[in-house]
């Protein structure tokens, strides 16, 4: 996937259900001795449903992982959608409340290429 956007970049989280929802989007730069980290973006407030954050960037290429926790509450519904630059990225919905442990979760990761020019 590829995303291509002026800096600032933005980006928003949005979450529904029963179920407290986290995630992170790291930006890295490929470098002559490896990966560098540049930046994060945490998407910590979980009662805000859209939570935008913006990154400011130099121009580049970024592999930016999303990655997003779920951890059941009042129940172990849940709903997210995340995008960049208005561009829908990922989303998933169902119900991490599959076992009879009060503390039920699921992890997301995924990646994408993001140009900003």
Same mark, same amino acid.
């Not at 998407?43 to 121009?59: D, G, H, R």
């Given at each position: 996937m590829h995303v291509t956007s002026p800096s600032p970049v933005t980006m928003e989280l949005t979450r529904g259900g029963g179920s407290i929802i986290l995630a992170?989007?790291?930006? #890295? *730069?490929?470098?002559?001795?490896? #990966? +560098?980290?540049? !930046?994060?973006?945490?998407?910590?407030?979980?009662?805000?449903? @859209?939570?935008?954050?913006?990154?400011?960037? @130099?121009?580049? *290429?970024? !592999?930016? +992982?999303?990655?997003?926790?779920?951890?059941?509450s009042i129940n172990g519904v849940y709903d997210f959608a995340f995008s960049t630059a208005g561009k829908p990225l990922y989303a998933d919905k169902g119900n991490v409340n599959t076992t009879s442990d009060p503390h039920d979760s699921k992890a997301y990761k995924d990646q994408f290429v993001l140009d900003v020019t």
């Open positions: 992170r989007a790291d930006f #890295w *730069q490929s470098a002559p001795t490896g #990966w +560098v980290l540049v !930046t994060s973006a945490s998407f910590q407030n979980v009662a805000k449903s @859209p939570e935008t954050q913006t990154v400011k960037l @130099p121009k580049g *290429q970024y !592999t930016v +992982v999303f990655t997003c926790r779920v951890e059941e």
